[in-house]
């Protein structure tokens, strides 16, 4: 069984542009969550999607967008970039929204 | 709402001597309590977790957390520290009903002095 992996590792971007982040959850977790981990700080809850639905999101504006597919995969998007974006992005899977979350390595993104 | 904060965001210890790492949490519900570890360039990975059956838990790698609703704290703890012990601790919060998400601290860093 393999963990969850994100794509890419690392990501430099300038501000305005839009940013496309991965991740592929464990096979059979029906839910997903994404983090953002500004420098020096702990994760911040941007949103969950269970069964390819948003169920729950955090207090961070609508230019984050995520989708997820049947695949077990998922995206996060990023428009209008701002420099404060910057931050490493986790992203977690579950079997369900109560379940332990398993998380991936991450992708750090730099805005300039 | 709930929070959860880490006393130190630094913490020294002598290889092979007691850890400490500090967390209290604010909820106006029974919470679930988290330990989380995190190294250099990987994710987060679950040291243990409180869900409301016995106040001591044990978790992985020999770290082990009591709760105590008195005090509000959730403070983790190994007897022996060892080099491979450095890393980012981070506690975080979750209601134990409801949709509420994970709320973090904003992390210990535990050094390890040979």
């Known amino acids: 069984e393999t963990g969850v992996t994100q794509s890419p590792t690392h990501l430099i971007k300038t501000r305005g542009q839009q940013v496309t982040l991965r991740c592929s959850s464990q096979?059979?977790?029906?839910?997903v969550s994404w983090y953002q981990q500004a420098l020096g700080q702990g994760p911040q809850f941007i949103f969950q999607?269970?069964?390819?639905?948003?169920?729950g999101r955090g207090n961070f504006p609508p230019r984050f967008s995520g989708l997820q597919f049947p695949n077990y995969s998922s995206e996060l998007n990023v428009n209008a970039l701002e420099l404060d974006d910057s931050a490493l992005y986790l992203c977690a899977s579950s079997l369900t929204p109560d379940n332990e979350q398993f998380f991936g390595p991450g992708t750090r993104l730099t805005v300039l | 709402a709930q929070s959860v904060t880490q006393l130190g965001s630094h913490v020294s210890v002598s290889e092979g001597a007691l850890v400490l790492l500090r967390c209290n949490y604010s909820?106006?519900?029974?919470?679930?309590l988290f330990w989380y570890v995190q190294y250099p360039n990987q994710g987060l990975q679950l040291l243990l977790k409180?869900?409301?059956?016995?106040?001591l838990v044990k978790g992985i790698n020999g770290f082990e957390a009591e709760f105590k609703k008195s005090e509000t704290s959730f403070h983790l703890t190994k007897p022996s520290a060892h080099m491979s012990d450095a890393a980012e601790y981070f506690c975080a919060v979750k209601s134990n009903f409801g949709n509420e998400k994970l709320t973090f601290g904003t992390g210990t860093r535990l050094t390890i002095i040979p």
């Open positions: 909820s106006s519900v029974p919470p679930y």
């Open positions: 096979s059979g977790h029906n839910t």
């Open positions: 409180y869900t409301s059956a016995a106040t």
């Open positions: 999607y269970y069964r390819e639905e948003e169920n």
